[in-house]
């Protein structure tokens, strides 16, 4: 499966963004979709992670009640809507694919957003 993530700017403390991870390839909702990020200088780390079907989800504790993990199997593709952006939430944003349910084990990579949120 081919990968691409698109929505990524510049936002002030505060503001929103929706990014979108678009699927090309095998069957979209036979894989758990995830995204992560990557800051300058760190590592990378998990944000988000939803299930085949999008009926489970789970967040790191950094983002959790302020991102929502989303997906629409019809347009194969996995949504990040990002609320009360703060400067630490300033990143390269990456969606992954995976067919290990309940792991980080993800197979498949985009090639990421930026995401820079101003104080």
């Known amino acids: 499966v081919q990968l691409q993530a698109s929505g990524g700017g510049l936002v002030q403390t505060g503001g929103s963004l929706r990014l979108a991870c678009a699927a090309s390839?095998?069957?979209?909702?036979?894989?758990?979709m995830g995204w992560f990020r990557q800051a300058p200088g760190k590592d990378r780390e998990f944000v988000a992670t939803i299930s085949y079907s999008g009926v489970s989800t789970t967040y790191a504790a950094s983002v959790k009640d302020r991102f929502i993990i989303s997906r629409d199997n019809a347009k194969k593709t996995v949504y990040l809507q990002m609320n009360s952006l703060k400067p630490e939430d300033t990143a390269v944003y990456y969606c992954?694919?995976?067919?290990?349910?309940?792991?980080?084990?993800?197979?498949?990579w985009g090639q990421g957003t930026q995401v820079t949120v101003s104080s």
């Open positions: 992954a694919a995976g067919t290990s349910p309940g792991t980080l084990i993800f197979d498949y």
């Open positions: 390839g095998r069957t979209f909702s036979g894989y758990v």
